[in-house]
């Protein structure tokens, strides 16, 4: 009789701390990941002056999370006092009742005190359940949102039968491609077009064109909705998707690095690579001597996110990491759009060397950048609207030409 109460109260309240853990924990990743980009935006709030509207804005996260927490430690306090005035009567009760038993000479004191040991020995395993419930249900919050992450399916899928891409030699097509996110609108609408090995291909065009996406669509971070993308004569969906993206390079202008050595990072699309790999790499990209002058070598920490390197020098760790892949297919995604003119300039030295004799995808919006490339590929709304030489387009005079006459008027 006296665990069927307890059962209840445990079930009832069990749920009920479930649901606050939840909230609890939704708010803590919340928080975090308020601090996280509240730090790394420390510069901005203080050039704008909003230090006190920001603190503000912590508080108020910071008091809600902890309100919440009060609210659970609360409900766990209610549930085990509960329980223990529950354990408490029945206990008195006990000792009353076989007191008038005793009294009574229906029952030995012996007998009271064995019955009430007993029943004190088996309260002590329930408390232990009791406590063991609340963590559980507290744990499976957190087990819960681990698994709805893992259990989350991938955008692009490998099928059973696909094939190894091997020996690339960086032909590219796409034929009559559509695509966009999540279902807002296009973002890519019936897009062809035919790159041959070895050709430097320009994709320029205004912010929101699309042409970030024509190179997610070749390293198969998506798939199109309708339509293919080949790599030699093979839709990407058809090759594995290891071997698709290690004949792939990318450089793109938010440069990735990780707080380790130089030469950790450098070769971290390769970790096998020999001392002479590393070093063939960084000379390619022109960073050698740089390196060679620190104290520590290739072995410096570059600091968080590199933070102990300048824009030009981070960037130039990244065309040694694509360098050292040797890919088929290297894809510069605005790789010189975050840097002065004069360091773009450097930079397009060494991006030549890392491009040689490779098919090249130049993504950029910097128009001048591009006169070398063997097309040009001008997007607008998702669509290709005009192709050629840079000569070519110049002499049409059309959206390309209008585009480069504005920037650099």
Same mark, same amino acid.
């Given at each position: 009789?006296?665990? @069927? +109460? ?39 709030? $203080? ?25 659970? =430690?609360?409900?766990?306090? !209610? ?29 030995? *004191?012996?007998?009271? @005190?064995?019955? &009430?040991?007993? !029943?004190?020995?088996?309260?002590? %395993?329930? /408390? ?28 692009? !899928? ?38 041959? +090995?070895?050709?430097?291909?320009? @994709?320029?065009? %205004? ?16 798939? +199109? ?16 998707? $290891?071997?698709?993206?290690?004949? @792939? ?12 050595? #130089?030469? /950790? ?5 390769? %970790? ?22 620190? +104290?520590?070598? &290739? /072995? =410096? ?25 040797? %890919?088929? *297919? ?31 995808? #130049? ?20 669509? #290709? ?18 585009? &480069?006459?504005?920037?650099? $008027?």
């Amino acid at each position: 009789a006296t665990i @069927i +109460p307890i059962v209840i109260i445990q079930k009832y309240y069990g749920r009920l701390i479930r649901k606050k853990y939840k909230s609890i924990r939704v708010s803590a990743a919340d928080f975090l990941s308020f601090l996280q980009e509240k730090l790394s935006m420390i510069m901005l709030t $203080k050039v704008f002056t909003r230090e006190d509207y920001e603190l503000t804005r912590e508080k108020a996260k910071a008091k809600s999370l902890i309100k919440k927490e009060l609210e659970l =430690t609360m409900t766990q306090s !209610i549930m085990t006092a509960t329980i223990a005035v529950i354990t408490f009567a029945v206990m008195l009760f006990i000792l009353w009742y076989g007191g008038v038993k005793v009294i009574a000479g229906a029952m030995t *004191i012996g007998t009271l @005190i064995a019955i &009430y040991t007993y !029943i004190l020995q088996m309260f002590g %395993p329930l /408390e232990t359940l009791v406590d063991i419930n609340v963590s559980l249900q507290t744990t499976m919050v957190s087990v819960n949102r681990v698994f709805s992450f893992l259990d989350k399916k991938s955008e692009v !899928i490998e099928k059973a039968d696909a094939v190894e891409l091997k020996n690339a030699r960086g032909s590219i097509e796409f034929d009559n491609v559509f695509f966009t996110y999540g279902g807002r609108g296009r973002c890519i609408e019936n897009v062809s077009l035919k790159i041959k +090995p070895g050709e430097r291909v320009a @994709i320029v065009g %205004p912010t929101g064109a699309g042409k970030t996406t024509l190179g997610s669509l070749i390293t198969r971070l998506y798939d +199109p909705q309708d339509g293919s993308v080949k790599i030699d004569g093979k839709d990407v969906r058809d090759l594995k998707i $290891k071997s698709l993206r290690k004949n @792939i390079g990318v450089v793109s202008q938010n440069t990735a690095l990780f707080h380790t050595s #130089i030469r /950790e990072n450098i070769a971290y699309g390769k %970790p096998r690579s020999s001392k002479h790999e590393i070093i063939e790499a960084a000379k390619i990209a022109g960073i050698h001597d740089f390196i060679e002058k620190l +104290p520590r070598g &290739y /072995e =410096t920490s570059v600091g968080e996110r590199g933070a102990e390197l300048s824009g030009g020098e981070a960037q130039r760790l990244a065309i040694a990491r694509a360098a050292l892949k040797n %890919p088929a *297919i290297i894809i510069l995604d605005e790789a010189t759009s975050s840097l002065d003119l004069e360091t773009e300039r450097r930079i397009q030295e060494n991006l030549e060397k890392l491009t040689a004799g490779k098919t090249t995808i #130049i993504i950029t919006h910097r128009l001048t950048s591009v006169k070398n490339a063997d097309r040009i590929v001008f997007m607008e709304r998702g669509a #290709i609207a005009e192709v050629g030489t840079f000569n070519a387009l110049m002499k049409k005079k059309g959206r390309f030409y209008r585009m &480069y006459e504005t920037q650099n $008027k």
